[in-house]
């Protein structure tokens, strides 16, 4: 959550001396706030524009703990003329990074890895306060960020081109891979650091400079990263600009859209958001990678081992409090088991505790803004009207400060309108099915293509539900939750979710230019033959 300067104050003030959520004090969270700004470097006051040196002359952003609706502190967001100025500095230093071998890239990102490791715990805290999920999945998205750097270093020793058989004699034919310029990273708030992360560490390896604008409401977590990087870059004497950070929102994004310097926009964020930058961005013929929109089922099956379901469907349904990509949203039941499963989880569900995400007893954080409490209500109340029942929660905890609301299970048929949309919050709908293929079909039903589990004991239903019968999905997993995919393999979807792949075996080639070369080295050339060259 974020606000344009002025009113924040008053926001502050009434939220001053109120407890938070169970045994942590607002002047617990005030303390852990300072000390975690001081320990990345940052200041009540920050600028928010990185190309080598800092700026920022756009309006001042507030950023607030959602927990709390306390001011975090503030980042002057970058103008239009800043934008452009950098992605000219970008251009420029990427010249010269591109011609660097790729292994000695690599070395620059392991630094940089190194670099965002050793600042793990605060950083993970930062997210904690800024975005909102719990502290231990703050640290773990940080974390993601170091696993694939890790995979990227890698890459720069392994990323391969070929050298195909020509058919004429005398010649060669090579697939080559080139850096593709400057790349663009639009991310979303809920994963602002490890979105940004694999998509910079892939892209920084493959040889292009990155401009990244991050969501307005997680700025501080933007500055934090960059600061970070910039040291790496200053330490082996590099263009600052190969990092680049323009923190701005809609305004800003358009403007990369549009703008033909940019010649990979990576965008995550919702699909409808999506859809427009990918309009915008193909009116100039350019290139865009998607991570849009999920609407996650899990199957838990006849034959499955329901103990392990049952933890799976709690984590994937609750954790970052609903607001994961890969968050479970659709859980299909098969008859005989639905309601033993049912009241299990709904007993689990009862012992989930909401709070303050800094509380280490706290599996549940806010949400992330007061839109998105009003998105949770409003889905509440399509279940409702649309003939499902709620089991469990249902209910915005608006006597909190802070956003939060109750996990939610409820019961609904499968094709409800309100089950076939992404509602960014913790809601699970529960439908039940007879058969497996009947629950294959309805996992599929929906525009979204991003992740799915089935939870089976039986090889025949896993090879029925990875082939092409099965999923259609781009995460496709069994006996693991729906967010449980590992790294290097994990994100990219299909359908509404955009078909885009940031990480896994190949991503690192929508990185790249590929061009097809023939080299004659015969000395002949048989054209235009009966022609007479003087
Ligand atoms: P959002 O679409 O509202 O915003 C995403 C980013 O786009 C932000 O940086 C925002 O400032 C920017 N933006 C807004 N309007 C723009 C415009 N007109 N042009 C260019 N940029 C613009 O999404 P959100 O609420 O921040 O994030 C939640 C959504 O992101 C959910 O739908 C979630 O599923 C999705 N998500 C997907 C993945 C994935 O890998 N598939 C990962 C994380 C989040």
Redesign the pocket.
């Known amino acids: 959550m974020y606000r344009i300067r002025r009113a924040a104050a008053a926001a502050a003030a009434a939220a001053g001396g109120r407890p938070m959520g169970r045994g942590l004090s607002t002047s617990r969270v005030a303390q852990t706030t300072s000390a975690t700004l001081k320990a990345l470097g940052l200041d009540s006051y920050n600028l928010g524009v990185y190309n080598g040196a800092w700026g920022g002359s756009g309006s001042i952003v507030e950023t607030l703990n959602p927990a709390t609706g306390e001011v975090l502190g503030a980042v002057q967001q970058a103008s239009a003329r800043e934008l452009s100025e950098t992605l000219d500095l970008a251009t420029a230093a990427q010249l010269t990074w591109r011609t660097l071998p790729a292994p000695r890239r690599g070395e620059v990102v392991r630094q940089m890895r190194q670099a965002i490791a050793d600042k793990r715990q605060a950083l993970g805290r930062l997210v904690a306060l800024e975005m909102g999920k719990i502290e231990a999945e703050g640290v773990g998205e940080v974390q993601e960020y170091v696993d694939v750097a890790d995979f990227a270093v890698g890459l720069s020793r392994s990323m391969a081109g070929k050298v195909l058989p020509s058919e004429r004699p005398g010649h060669a034919m090579l697939e080559v891979w080139n850096p593709l310029g400057v790349v663009g990273v639009?991310?979303?708030?809920?994963?602002p650091v490890a979105?940004y992360g694999w998509n910079s560490a892939v892209a920084l390896t493959c040889g292009n400079a990155v401009v990244w604008?991050?969501?307005?409401s997680t700025s501080l977590t933007s500055v934090a990263v960059t600061k970070i990087l910039a040291e790496v870059l200053e330490a082996n004497a590099l263009p600052g600009a190969l990092c680049s950070l323009v923190c701005?929102?809609?305004d800003v994004?358009?403007q990369?859209?549009d703008d033909r310097r940019v010649d990979l926009l990576s965008?995550?964020?919702?699909?409808?958001?999506?859809l427009?930058?990918a309009q915008?961005v193909q009116a100039r013929f350019g290139r865009s990678l998607l991570?849009?929109?999920?609407n996650n089922a899990i199957i838990v099956h006849a034959d499955a081992d329901l103990d392990l379901a049952l933890r799976a469907v709690l984590f994937a349904a609750v954790g970052t409090a609903g607001?994961?990509?890969t968050t479970a949203r659709r859980l299909l039941l098969h008859d005989s088991i639905h309601d033993a499963f049912v009241e299990r989880l709904v007993a689990a569900y009862k012992q989930v505790r909401v709070g303050n995400p800094l509380d280490p007893g706290v599996l549940c954080g806010p949400l992330h803004s007061p839109a998105a409490v009003a998105a949770f209500e409003q889905g509440i109340e399509d279940v409702g009207l649309q003939g499902g029942r709620i089991l469990c929660g249902g209910r915005a905890l608006r006597h909190l400060p802070g956003f939060f609301v109750e996990p939610t299970v409820t019961s609904i048929a499968h094709d409800a309108p309100v089950v076939l949309r992404?509602v960014?919050a913790p809601i699970l709908h529960v439908s039940r099915y007879s058969n497996l293929d009947q629950a294959i079909q309805w996992n599929n039903a929906v525009a979204q293509g991003?992740s799915s589990s089935l939870f089976t004991a039986s090889p025949e239903h896993m090879f029925r539900w990875i082939g092409p019968e099965g999923s259609d999905c781009g995460i496709v997993n069994v006996n693991i939750p729906t967010n449980g995919a590992e790294v290097g393999g994990a994100?990219g979807?299909e359908k509404e979710?955009?078909g885009g792949r940031?990480s896994g075996s190949t991503a690192w080639q929508q990185y790249m230019r590929r061009q097809t070369c023939t080299i004659n080295y015969s000395g002949a050339l048989p054209l235009a033959q009966g022609i007479k060259f003087e």
């Open positions: 639009i991310s979303a708030f809920n994963f979105v604008k991050g969501a307005p701005g929102g809609e994004g358009a990369m859209a965008f995550t964020g919702s699909t409808r958001v999506g427009q930058v915008r991570e849009l929109g999920g607001q994961r990509c992404e960014f991003l994100f979807g979710t955009g940031e």
